[in-house]
């Protein structure tokens, strides 16, 4: 999908598979990222994540464990 010429670029929503790919993780491991706090998008019974959104909390996550 293109953008039009000169606007930004929209947010990447990224489905189950394609963040379980990302994180080269099962698809159950993203489900258990979710249940411990991982933020989503849901669209009726879809779930999205925001590429962002998961970058961010992995940061987030990785400076709790510095701290631990």
Do not use: C, F
Not at 36 to 59: A, C, F, Q, Y
Request: charge should be negative; charged fraction near 20%.
């Amino acid at each position: 999908m293109q953008e039009p010429s000169g606007s930004t670029p929209a947010s990447t929503l990224l489905t189950i598979p394609q963040v379980a790919a990302y994180l080269d993780i099962s698809r159950g491991q993203v489900y258990k990222l979710i249940y411990s706090g991982l933020p989503t998008i849901n669209l009726g019974r879809l779930v999205r994540i925001h590429k962002e959104t998961l970058d961010t909390w992995l940061k987030d996550q990785e400076q709790d464990i510095h701290h631990v």
